[in-house]
């Protein structure tokens, strides 16, 4: 499987109009063509009747072949319920099909992929699972998508241990394979240690939760997350399964309050959340500490007040340096995984992702530049190449 051209980092675009918005979805975003000429008799019979009916029987006695006699093994399913899309939340899952066709694009443009957008009108565990389990033999892989914690960890753990394609919902490890990358540059910059570093992750979700297990995975010991109740600790009672777990692995100090009591001293703060952080508990960290506020669109530090107290600073936002965004990761994870012929995304897989990120921007590194641009094509190729590697090891 090849790449696209190599992309290039373009200026940050005028304001988008609701014209050109619409305009830019008028009919959908994709398109099915066909990647063989059928313009003979003799085309139609190799592509259709009789001949295919020879491959159909080949794939019977192999099913492997159809990795390579099918789309299947360059073919990634995407798919959600609309419980939880961008910022919106449950909008339901018409509403979230825009946003599965733009990854669909994502997929075409970084990695030269097929993707579907699939938008399931499921919303329980159960019949997710089902369904998904149902039309997996169309697909080499599984890219879940905007569904709502804690369904998405059912789904997705149950998924891995039915299935034997990868599967991997990107709301939950794509953020945190790329903030990975983006505190790996910023200790590397900073001269500090990552595995020494207290870090407060505001969010319990999909990706608080996801990015608090990578860190712990990448060696970090002291990590503290918040919910909408405060730090979660072992005292607090009525936790749910996720959360109990999560305390296996965070919080060793046992810490308890809120967002003052968990920043105060802390060397990072990394924000998956709609909350809000105040002078006062920002001036309670240590001394330059590192500022990764990513709700969008408005972060939970205010920009003015994260450069004011931040040694790094990043945001979801694309018009300020250092974007955490998902693109770096996926495209090149599943590229990756499915040239490996892999038959899950393991932890090893992701951290390696991580690293390979990082890496491309350590080339240029400085304050406002700790993760590479999202359009940057070096990354894929990289990444995937990364994953490859993982896969062959394990």
């Known amino acids: 499987m090849s790449f696209p051209l190599e992309h290039h980092v373009d200026h940050q675009p005028a304001q988008l109009s609701d014209q050109e918005i619409f305009d830019a979805h008028e009919g959908g ?15 139609l019979s190799l592509a259709y009747t009789p001949g ?9 006695g192999e099913p492997q072949a159809s990795q390579r006699l099918t789309g299947r093994g360059r073919t990634v399913a995407i798919i959600s319920d609309g419980s939880a899309v961008l910022g919106l939340g449950n909008i339901g899952p018409l509403a979230a099909l825009p946003v599965m066709e733009g990854k669909a694009q994502l997929f075409s443009a970084f990695a030269d992929l097929n993707a579907v957008p699939i938008v399931l009108d499921k919303h329980d565990a159960d019949s997710l699972v089902a369904t998904i389990a149902a039309i997996a033999p169309s697909f080499g892989a599984i890219n879940l998508e905007d569904i709502a914690a804690p369904t998405c960890f059912e789904v997705e753990r149950r998924l891995i241990e039915k299935l034997d394609i990868p599967v991997m919902h990107d709301d939950q490890h794509g953020t945190a394979i790329v903030i990975t990358a983006a505190l790996h540059n910023s200790c590397r910059l900073l001269n500090r240690d990552l595995t020494r570093l207290r870090v407060v992750i505001s969010g319990a979700g999909a990706a608080g939760v996801a990015c608090a297990k990578m860190l712990h995975d990448a060696g970090i010991t002291d990590i503290t997350v918040l919910d909408s109740r405060g730090i979660i600790q072992k005292d607090r009672g009525h936790l749910n399964p996720i959360k109990e777990e999560l305390l296996t692995y965070t919080n060793p100090r046992n810490i308890t ?7 105060r001293g802390a060397d990072a703060f990394i924000g998956l959340s ?22 969008n669109p408005d972060p939970e530090i205010a920009p003015e007040l994260a450069y004011r107290y931040g040694a790094v ?82």
Do not use: W, Y
């Not at 975003?29 to 085309?43: A, C, G, M, W």
């Not at 295919?52 to 019977?60: G, M, N, P, T, Y």
């Open 29 to 43: 975003k994709l398109t099915v063509t066909s990647s063989r000429p059928l313009r003979t008799v003799r085309d």
């Open 52 to 60: 295919v009916a020879r491959v159909c029987q080949q794939i019977h």
């Open 257 to 263: 309050g809120g967002v003052a009591e968990a920043l």
């Open 274 to 295: 709609r909350g809000h952080v105040s002078e006062q508990e920002l001036a309670g960290m240590a001394p330059e500490p590192i500022l990764f506020s990513l709700a």
């Open 313 to 394: 600073v990043a945001t979801g936002r694309s018009d300020l340096p250092n974007q955490i965004n998902n693109v770096l990761a996926f495209p090149g994870i599943f590229h990756g995984a499915l040239a490996a012929g892999a038959t899950s995304i393991t932890p090893d897989m992701k951290l390696a992702a991580s690293r390979a990120i990082a890496e491309i921007a350590a080339e240029d590194l400085n304050a406002e530049h700790v993760i590479p641009s999202p359009l940057d094509g070096r990354v894929a190729p990289a990444v995937s190449q990364a994953v490859r590697m993982a896969a062959a090891r394990s």
